[in-house]
């Protein structure tokens, strides 16, 4: 099964579960998953933009839909950035999810933009992406967030992205001037990332779990026949934070997460 790559071992803090970070008094934008709030203290801090990382099927989209959803739901604009898959396609997989509600895009609250079609309207059809290229790129979605108001973003996904851009120190800048671009703006956003061959990555290069507020790391494991989702907040800057293990299980109603309890058999973990 899947491994996450090697992260910092959570301490057995009485009531924390795991080692817990200074807290701040920062803005926060709660995500609406109740469990991922509890762990964050209130929610991410307003302005951070963070990693959802981990590999096939162990619910990054899914997580980073609700996010949105519950935004919307807050009179947040929220706006979703589509790489890979088509916009008409996600919704017809969030409309099997109680928690999901039509009338949010409709009212234009919930936002969806296939990203291919503006490489194709904006002329970016060259396999590596250019710096001047990339510049392109920024200020498109620099402007998509300022014309719909969006304070929450998510961009699916991240590595699909860098695919174009391949060099580090381009993905690098990349990174720090749309982070900058977002903040600005008041936007929260989430990246989502596959996670690299190399032990130890959070992603494809290794660089953009540098240039990142936060990491959430998802991975699959196998325990007594059964496979398991996992959650873990590896880091989340301007917040306390667990950094616990939690099974996550996505439902109708949305994601719930349990602590993940030591003992028994189990193979794909940390």
């Given amino acids: 099964m899947d491994s996450p790559p090697a992260a910092s071992p959570a301490s057995d803090v009485p009531g924390a579960g795991g080692l817990m970070t200074p807290a701040t008094h920062l803005e926060r934008c709660a995500t609406g998953i109740e469990g991922l709030d509890s762990i964050l203290q209130g929610g991410i801090p307003r302005g951070n933009m963070v990693l959802v990382a981990g590999s096939v099927g162990t619910g990054k989209t ?158 699959n494991t196998r325990r007594m026949g059964d496979i398991l989702r996992v959650l873990q907040i590896v880091k989340m800057r301007g917040t306390a934070h667990s950094r616990a293990q939690y099974v996550i299980e996505l439902t109708p109603i949305g994601m719930l997460m349990a602590p993940h309890l030591k003992g028994g058999r189990s193979e794909g973990g940390p």
């Fill in 62 to 219: 899914t997580l980073s839909l609700e996010f949105l959803v519950r935004g919307a739901e807050r009179g947040e604009r929220s706006l979703f950035i589509s790489v890979t898959e088509s916009s008409t396609k996600l919704v017809q997989n969030l409309s099997t999810f109680e928690f999901f509600r039509q009338d949010l895009v409709n009212q234009g609250q919930l936002v969806f933009v296939d990203l291919p079609n503006l490489y194709l309207k904006l002329g970016l059809e060259r396999e590596e992406l250019s710096p001047e290229e990339i510049d392109i790129l920024i200020r498109t979605i620099r402007d998509l967030v300022r014309s719909t108001g969006a304070k929450r973003l998510v961009l699916d996904s991240l590595t699909s992205v860098c695919y174009r851009i391949r060099r580090d120190e381009q993905i690098r800048d990349f990174m720090l001037r749309l982070g900058q671009e977002l903040k600005e703006a008041g936007c929260t956003s989430l990246l989502v990332s596959e996670i690299g061959p190399q032990p130890g990555r959070y992603s494809l290069h290794g660089v953009e779990e540098a240039i990142v507020d936060g990491v959430v790391l998802l991975w």
